[in-house]
Nanobody, 118 residues
Framework: QVQLQESGPGLVKPSQTLSLTCTVS??????????WSWIRQPPGKGLEWIGS???????YYSPSLKSRTSISRDTSKNQFTLQLTSVTPEDTAVYYC??????????WGQGTQVTASS
């Protein structure tokens, strides 16, 4: 059974960098052709895909966030990480990590609230 768990600060000051880590258990992030993704949901809004890292290491980003986003991985720890720079209050959201196929999420983390506020 694949499980994902987000970790990171719940409060980030505007202009700073948001950093979250997703720890995956039950499968390796470097096998099975899966995509490992970050998705967020701002208050009162729908889900927004931020970006993904393929098992091969190739990264994909939402065009609207690409200039501020970086997704990397630590294969020794079976983790992947999100960095979002220059945050504003509009980046306040519940952030989820997820894994699955190109067009279908198979597993979700429980989500973590991140608030961008001074």
């Amino acid at each position: 059974q694949v499980q994902l768990q987000e970790s990171g600060p719940g409060l980030v000051k505007p202009s700073q960098t948001l950093s979250l880590t997703c720890t995956v258990s039950g499968d390796s992030i470097t096998t099975n052709s899966y995509y490992w993704s970050w998705i967020r949901q701002p208050p009162g809004k729908g889900l927004e895909w931020i970006g993904s890292i393929h098992y091969s290491g190739i990264t994909y980003y939402s065009p609207s966030l690409k200039s501020r986003t970086s997704i990397s991985r630590d294969t020794s720890k079976n983790q992947f990480t999100l960095q979002l720079t220059s945050v504003t209050p509009e980046d306040t959201a519940v952030y989820y990590c997820a894994g699955g196929q190109f067009d279908r999420v198979l597993w979700w983390g429980q989500g973590t609230q991140v608030t961008a506020s001074s």
